[in-house]
């Protein structure tokens, strides 16, 4: 088992190093399930991806009604301008819906 969370784990950072050579690095939000134990290994949580050319930070997280509201700053690289989004979860971890809430400009 500990091969195979090795394996993972080289496999995921090889793919990172490959995106940020013809993307270039980008802010990303990294998420696990309610029912696990706090990680202090990152390749432990699942990414999620974010757009070409967008930044995400700065994550809020919100249950209610057995659904997981996450708020967070995106910002559009070309246009300089960022907005808060929103990604809805199910209980269990799975996307639900997206969408941009507030415009910032600045």
């Known amino acids: 088992k500990a091969l195979i969370v090795f394996a993972r784990f080289w496999i995921r950072r090889l793919s990172e190093v490959i995106i940020n050579f013809f993307n270039g690095p980008q802010w ?9 134990s706090l990680e202090t290994y990152l390749f432990r949580y699942k990414r999620l991806a974010t757009p070409r050319g967008r930044d995400w ?4 997280v919100m249950l209610k009604d057995d659904e997981y509201f996450v708020f967070f ?9 960022g907005h808060i989004s929103l990604l809805r979860f199910d209980i269990k971890g799975n996307l639900k819906t997206s969408s941009g809430l507030l415009a910032i400009t600045t």
Not at 73 to 81: D, G, L, Q, Y
């Open 28 to 36: 990303s939000l990294y998420y696990k399930s309610k029912d696990a």
């Open 57 to 60: 930070a700065d994550p809020f």
């Open 73 to 81: 700053e995106e910002f559009i690289n070309s246009t300089r301008k």
